[in-house]
């Protein structure tokens, strides 16, 4: 196979087809989206064989225990996929809508009208949902989309896109609409990633060396985020029971997600009491603990160090400020208070997702505009920052660039927005 002349062939069909995606109708995408999920319902038994086959040759490579969980299509999975798609059919269309329409002097009225993208390709990794999850947000978006799912997904991957041709085909749009690239080969991706004639946006969902690849060769923008190293900060005006149950909740409710608490930041006047026992809890669920020296020595001098099993404690490196850690691994820092905090949180954070806990109206306002991410919170965990948890119905990915899409991103972040102007045949003196 000559991959650059398959890739510009996607690409050109690829770029007829977001056309016919513009203009199609709201109930022509949301009976595709309804069709792909009978499908998929009709072909469950069919999916999870290819799926076995994508299975069976990642544990021959000796893929870990989660990676096989992030690759397996469980009926758990298939069924989160069917009630995806219906629930993206059920939102609001957001083509065509035309905002802030008002009249100018010169009589014309100025509005700005929302439409698709165009052609968006996506560049994902081990999980066969996000074939559906994207198809279904590019889809409902009018855009057409390129999908290049991992090598190890690729029976899983052709099989979904088999069922949504079929339910393109049966709502009268056009198969091209959502294509698969089937192959493994890596130079698909250089390709997909230069195409600037077919493709106007790339959105990658996938590890940090992919991304940190595609940011070096992309000629096409992305829309993107390379780590999610998030913070808490517990203010001295906060209250116990919420910082608690927050710090806890943002660590260890999943390890491996780009929107967990990688750092605590905690302030001094509040240190001895706050650390102590989160540091029980963090112990009791075999988290790491990377401290710098007031925290150590706040955990050190607690009344039950010397009585507890160890805590484990290791001392904090300046790389650790700078780290995603994905895993049971925590950064503890004490800091004098809500400046510093910020200081800190703008230094070493990476724009995705960070809190503050505190009872105090004046500071959560101040950590609001001052911190510069994405999400920013109040007494919230940051596991909340979620296309779902957002309203947005699902998202394609998170974003902590600030052109266009910022945060999680939805079906408004699949689309731009273009001035229109309605007259009565007025002109320009």
Known sequence: MDIDDYMTAIGRRARVASRAMARAATSAKN???????????????????????????????????????????????????????RQVA???????????????????????????????????ESRPNVTIDAAALCLKSGNATILRGGSEALASNTALAALIGEGLAQAGLPREAVQVVETADRAAVGKLITMTEYVDVIVPRGGKSLIARLIEEARVPMIKHLDGICHVYVDDRADLCKALAVCDNAKTHR???CNTMETLLVARGVAGVVLPPLARVYRDKGVELRVDAQARAVLEAAPWASDAPALGLVDAT??????????????????DGIEAAIEHINTYGSAHTDAIITEDHDRAMRF?????????????????ADG??????????????KLHARGPVGLEGLTSLKYVVLGHGEVRQ
């Not at 300046?318 to 800091?335: F, R």
């Not at 609001?368 to 909340?384: G, H, I, P, W």
């Open 31 to 85: 009976e595709a989206l309804h069709a792909i999920a009978r499908a998929i319902e009709r072909e469950q038994a069919a999916l999870k064989e290819a799926n076995a086959r994508d299975v069976a040759k990642a544990r021959e490579k000796g893929m870990d225990a989660a990676f096989v969980d992030r690759l397996t299509l469980s009926d758990k999975a298939l069924a989160t996929m069917i009630e995806g798609l």
């Open 90 to 124: 059920a939102l609001p269309d957001p083509i065509g809508e035309i905002d802030n329409l008002k009249y100018r002097p010169s009589g014309i009225q100025v509005g700005q009208m929302r439409v698709p993208l165009g052609v968006i390709g996506i560049i994902y």
């Open 255 to 257: 390890y491996g997600t």
């Open 318 to 335: 300046e790389q650790d400020w700078h780290t995603e850690y994905l895993a049971p691994v925590l950064a503890i820092k004490v800091v």
């Open 368 to 384: 609001l505009r001052e911190v510069d991410s994405a999400s920013v919170m109040v007494n919230a965990s940051t596991r909340f």
């Open 388 to 401: 779902f948890e957002y309203g947005l119905g699902a998202e394609i990915g998170i974003s902590n660039d």
